[in-house]
């Protein structure tokens, strides 16, 4: 019962830690090189969900200043995770325009397939 | 009388400008269409840079206080500042200077190694590059240091992937990959650190951490941000196990790059998880609650060893000197595993408050050292690779007949960097020595110079490969480098050996440095 509630009290944590895993996992476990990037993005994205689950309150609004709004979330943490987005989209562009540079390099985009095709590793 | 004016104007305004000039240098690099161009406003940026680092390095060891830079003039807790303090300052002005020394090698090195089109965004990447670094060394704010660390890493990436083979598009590949999980695994350190204290500010994190220790239930959540923070920062240093992006990126990457890279980028980060470690976490946290120093001393001298042998049995220059480079990495860590470590009483017969921890100081020196000994090394490597377009020991045996002023620079600082008397390598070894000593740790003494014999073995047999051998067919056509390329590989070879017998640059400042992380503690 305990369990239960803590899982229904703290669920955006939850989702944030099987996300992390999840993205981590993919990265290290797929061939692919686009789905590790996949993996990555995933990764990074659960970044967001634990900013930003502490930061909002249940009917908090904008910081405005007007007497008819007394409860506020935190905007700092958006603020910073609309930074990390940026960065993550541009990690993300970047590794995509590399594994188009691959793919047309060595025709494939299998990691193994790319090692058996430089095996001399001068 | 309007210039001094101006400089009078400007001056407080010199730590943003270390992060402006470099990142405007770089839009305008991005727009030229000539190469040479392009390089000829790095080379003024590099040098603007390197004199600013200097002038804030100046005027903090005069004053002894730091310099607070508030953002938009906002106050510490709620806007970004810049603080520039000894170490900071110390290592800000490494950096700017190993850049501004390598750039007149760049010109004709990137012309021979880049494609035409390709050259002016190569400037444009390298400039962001060190604006980031800049930035991470500069920044007094966690999230601000992580959005720098991003802004170097994914220049770094470019940079990477510009080289001639295309498997340095691989190896960018797999450092954005092992990078980025670096910085996010860094940023969710940081976010615990947030929702624990409420602030992004290393010094009012610092001073806020307190109360969360003293609650048994947060503690683990500090544990935890601790955790994280060291491994991502600790993938990006490439401490030991963490290290495999690094053989890659540095082989593959053109000449200058690799140079540049090895000389500061591994030692911006270095620097980020000393401020963690010293300045945020403090050192009595990471000692009672995690074996911190423990963890980072083994893995220190795993990397000083088992990243020697790697260098011993590899048949490829540079990639031999990326393997040093792990182990290098392992002595400065090692020194800053020590410092976190209580100093014996017996030894000290100063009171410590006063005097500098010598592990501490060692682990800066070495910074310095490195620094400038693996930019020799990879200029020289890439002063032959501009003549004969190879680094494979087959291809450079019997190279120093006919390249005899590069070999010999590339001889000097190979011997720095084994630690000869003599040389700066010997200094920054001697310290990590007494550091040892002071804790208590014996047998790391012996470790240190056991390991050095191995770096004996793969200099040798390079220096063996390079001057005994028969020339190979491209090493007997080639030339000596030219100018461009000899001032800058030279005042560093120079200065390896000038930094071995007046200290007073290096270890002064280092030791002022680790006064102010760890002298006050204990």
Redesign the interface.
Same mark, same amino acid.
């Given at each position: 019962m305990q369990a239960l509630e803590t899982l229904a009290t703290h669920y955006n944590y939850f989702i944030t830690i099987v996300l992390m895993i999840s993205g981590l996992f993919i990265v290290i476990a797929r061939g692919n090189l686009i789905k590790k990037l996949v993996g990555l993005s995933l990764f990074q994205t659960s970044v967001y969900l634990l900013y930003l689950t502490p930061a909002k309150i249940l009917g908090g609004t904008a910081p405005i200043y007007n007497p008819a709004y007394k409860v506020y979330s935190n905007p700092l943490p958006h603020v910073l995770m609309l930074t990390a987005i940026v960065v993550g989209v541009a990690t993300i562009a970047l590794g995509l325009a590399l594994v188009v540079r691959i793919k047309e390099a060595y025709g494939t985009i299998e990691e193994d397939e790319i090692f058996s095709k430089d095996p001399d590793s001068e | 009388m309007s210039a001094m004016t101006f400089l009078n104007a400007v001056e407080p305004h010199l730590p943003i400008l270390l992060i402006i000039v470099p990142l405007f240098g770089a839009l305008m690099a991005t727009f030229m269409r000539s190469g040479t161009v392009a390089w000829f406003i790095s080379l003024v940026v590099s040098v603007l840079v390197a004199l600013i680092a200097w002038k804030l390095l100046n005027t903090i060891l005069s004053t002894g206080t730091p310099i607070i830079y508030k953002i938009g003039n906002w106050e510490a807790p709620i806007g970004i500042v810049y603080k520039v303090d000894q170490l900071s300052g110390f290592v800000l002005l490494v950096i700017a200077a190993i850049a501004a020394v390598m750039m007149p090698f760049a010109r004709r090195s990137i012309a021979a190694e880049i494609k035409q089109r390709a050259q002016p965004w190569y400037y444009a990447m390298y400039l962001l590059c060190l604006a980031g670094l800049m930035g991470i060394v500069i920044t007094g704010d966690a @999230?601000n240091a @992580? %959005?720098f660390l991003?802004i170097s890493s994914?220049a770094t &990436? %470019?940079l990477i992937?510009l080289g001639r083979h *295309? *498997?340095a /598009?691989?190896a960018? &590949?797999q450092y /954005? #990959?092992m990078g !980025? #999980?670096g910085a !996010?695994l860094y940023? #969710?350190g940081i976010?615990l650190l &947030? %929702?624990l204290t409420g602030t992004l500010n290393f010094d009012d994190i610092a001073s806020r951490l307190g109360p969360a220790l003293a609650d048994p239930e947060r503690r683990n959540a500090v544990m935890a941000a601790l955790g994280f923070a060291f491994v991502g920062v600790s993938l990006k240093l490439a401490l030991f196990p963490m290290h495999v992006w690094l053989p890659n990126a540095y082989t593959y990457a053109p000449s200058v790059a690799t140079a540049f890279l090895a000389g500061t980028a591994t030692k911006a980060a270095i620097y980020l998880l000393i401020r963690l470690l010293f300045t945020v976490f403090g050192v009595s946290i990471s000692i009672e609650t995690l074996p911190v120093p423990q963890v980072l001393i083994v893995l220190s001298i795993a990397a000083m060893f088992l990243a020697s042998f790697s260098a011993v049995f590899e =048949? =490829?220059a540079k990639r031999m000197l990326a393997y040093s480079s792990i182990a290098q990495v392992g002595y400065i860590m090692l020194g800053v595993g020590l410092a976190c470590l209580p100093v014996l009483a017996a030894t000290t017969d100063a009171s410590p408050a006063t005097t500098p921890n010598n592990g501490m100081t060692a682990g800066l020196v070495h910074i310095a050292n490195h620094a400038i000994m693996k930019a020799a090394l990879f200029l020289a490597l890439g002063a032959v690779y501009y003549r004969i377009g190879s680094v /494979?020991y087959k291809d450079i045996a019997g190279i120093g007949r006919t390249m005899p002023l590069t070999m010999l620079a590339f001889g000097i600082a190979g011997l720095g960097l084994m630690g000869t008397p003599g040389t700066a390598g010997f200094i920054s070894k001697w310290y990590l020595a007494l550091g040892a000593i002071d804790t208590g740790w014996y047998s790391i003494v012996f470790l240190i110079v056991a390991s050095s014999l191995i770096s004996l073995i793969y200099i040798g047999r390079i220096t063996e490969v390079v001057w005994f051998r028969e020339p190979s067919a491209a090493a007997a056509q080639a030339k000596e480098a030219p100018l461009s390329m000899l001032v800058p590989l030279w005042i560093l070879a120079l200065l390896t050996i000038y930094l071995g017998l007046d200290t007073r640059a290096t270890v002064d400042v280092a030791a002022e440095a680790a006064k102010v992380l760890v002298g006050g503690i204990r």
């Amino acid at each position: 019962m305990q369990a239960l509630e803590t899982l229904a009290t703290h669920y955006n944590y939850f989702i944030t830690i099987v996300l992390m895993i999840s993205g981590l996992f993919i990265v290290i476990a797929r061939g692919n090189l686009i789905k590790k990037l996949v993996g990555l993005s995933l990764f990074q994205t659960s970044v967001y969900l634990l900013y930003l689950t502490p930061a909002k309150i249940l009917g908090g609004t904008a910081p405005i200043y007007n007497p008819a709004y007394k409860v506020y979330s935190n905007p700092l943490p958006h603020v910073l995770m609309l930074t990390a987005i940026v960065v993550g989209v541009a990690t993300i562009a970047l590794g995509l325009a590399l594994v188009v540079r691959i793919k047309e390099a060595y025709g494939t985009i299998e990691e193994d397939e790319i090692f058996s095709k430089d095996p001399d590793s001068e | 009388m309007s210039a001094m004016t101006f400089l009078n104007a400007v001056e407080p305004h010199l730590p943003i400008l270390l992060i402006i000039v470099p990142l405007f240098g770089a839009l305008m690099a991005t727009f030229m269409r000539s190469g040479t161009v392009a390089w000829f406003i790095s080379l003024v940026v590099s040098v603007l840079v390197a004199l600013i680092a200097w002038k804030l390095l100046n005027t903090i060891l005069s004053t002894g206080t730091p310099i607070i830079y508030k953002i938009g003039n906002w106050e510490a807790p709620i806007g970004i500042v810049y603080k520039v303090d000894q170490l900071s300052g110390f290592v800000l002005l490494v950096i700017a200077a190993i850049a501004a020394v390598m750039m007149p090698f760049a010109r004709r090195s990137i012309a021979a190694e880049i494609k035409q089109r390709a050259q002016p965004w190569y400037y444009a990447m390298y400039l962001l590059c060190l604006a980031g670094l800049m930035g991470i060394v500069i920044t007094g704010d966690a @999230f601000n240091a @992580f %959005v720098f660390l991003e802004i170097s890493s994914l220049a770094t &990436y %470019v940079l990477i992937a510009l080289g001639r083979h *295309r *498997r340095a /598009l691989l190896a960018a &590949y797999q450092y /954005l #990959i092992m990078g !980025t #999980i670096g910085a !996010t695994l860094y940023v #969710i350190g940081i976010g615990l650190l &947030y %929702v624990l204290t409420g602030t992004l500010n290393f010094d009012d994190i610092a001073s806020r951490l307190g109360p969360a220790l003293a609650d048994p239930e947060r503690r683990n959540a500090v544990m935890a941000a601790l955790g994280f923070a060291f491994v991502g920062v600790s993938l990006k240093l490439a401490l030991f196990p963490m290290h495999v992006w690094l053989p890659n990126a540095y082989t593959y990457a053109p000449s200058v790059a690799t140079a540049f890279l090895a000389g500061t980028a591994t030692k911006a980060a270095i620097y980020l998880l000393i401020r963690l470690l010293f300045t945020v976490f403090g050192v009595s946290i990471s000692i009672e609650t995690l074996p911190v120093p423990q963890v980072l001393i083994v893995l220190s001298i795993a990397a000083m060893f088992l990243a020697s042998f790697s260098a011993v049995f590899e =048949n =490829n220059a540079k990639r031999m000197l990326a393997y040093s480079s792990i182990a290098q990495v392992g002595y400065i860590m090692l020194g800053v595993g020590l410092a976190c470590l209580p100093v014996l009483a017996a030894t000290t017969d100063a009171s410590p408050a006063t005097t500098p921890n010598n592990g501490m100081t060692a682990g800066l020196v070495h910074i310095a050292n490195h620094a400038i000994m693996k930019a020799a090394l990879f200029l020289a490597l890439g002063a032959v690779y501009y003549r004969i377009g190879s680094v /494979l020991y087959k291809d450079i045996a019997g190279i120093g007949r006919t390249m005899p002023l590069t070999m010999l620079a590339f001889g000097i600082a190979g011997l720095g960097l084994m630690g000869t008397p003599g040389t700066a390598g010997f200094i920054s070894k001697w310290y990590l020595a007494l550091g040892a000593i002071d804790t208590g740790w014996y047998s790391i003494v012996f470790l240190i110079v056991a390991s050095s014999l191995i770096s004996l073995i793969y200099i040798g047999r390079i220096t063996e490969v390079v001057w005994f051998r028969e020339p190979s067919a491209a090493a007997a056509q080639a030339k000596e480098a030219p100018l461009s390329m000899l001032v800058p590989l030279w005042i560093l070879a120079l200065l390896t050996i000038y930094l071995g017998l007046d200290t007073r640059a290096t270890v002064d400042v280092a030791a002022e440095a680790a006064k102010v992380l760890v002298g006050g503690i204990r």
